[in-house]
Nanobody, 129 residues
Framework: QVQLLESGGGSAQAGGSLTLSCAASGYSLGRRCMGWFRQAPGKGREAFAAIDSDGIASYADSVKGRFTISKDNAKATLTLQMNSLKPEDTAMYYC???????????????????????WGQGTQVTVSS
């Protein structure tokens, strides 16, 4: 059974850092394109980071230079290092995997959610000013 499980969410002050992890079970991450999404209350789900099988990443402008996505294929774990957090980063954060192949970016931005087939349950991140 394919499963993605996020952890590491919580509260932080503006300017602080948090690290999110996404553990995969049931398949290997090696050939998959993975991504991080977030959804704030009343807003749509935002694709803000993606990574391919070679470890090459793409980021949305909203997080570029502050967030880093990485992948450990041996441990089947996807990680998101979040620095210089802002109150507008407050959201539910989700990891996701593309089914086959890999699309890393579309129009110089991480690909949208319809390209992903497997999703975690989400972890809440709250940033206070």
């Amino acid at each position: 059974q394919v499963q993605l499980l996020e952890s590491g969410g919580g509260s932080a002050q503006a300017g602080g850092s948090l690290t999110l992890s996404c553990a995969a079970s049931g398949y290997s991450l090696g050939r998959r394109c993975m991504g991080w999404f977030r959804q704030a209350p009343g807003k749509g789900r935002e694709a803000f980071a993606a990574i391919d099988s070679d470890g090459i990443a793409s980021y949305a402008d909203s997080v570029k230079g502050r967030f880093t996505i990485s992948k450990d294929n041996a441990k089947a774990t996807l990680t998101l290092q979040m620095n210089s957090l802002k109150p507008e980063d407050t959201a539910m954060y989700y990891c996701a995997a593309q089914p086959t192949g890999c699309i890393l970016r579309i129009s110089d931005a991480p690909p949208p959610e319809n390209l992903y087939s497997d999703w975690g349950q989400g972890t809440q991140v709250t940033v206070s000013s």
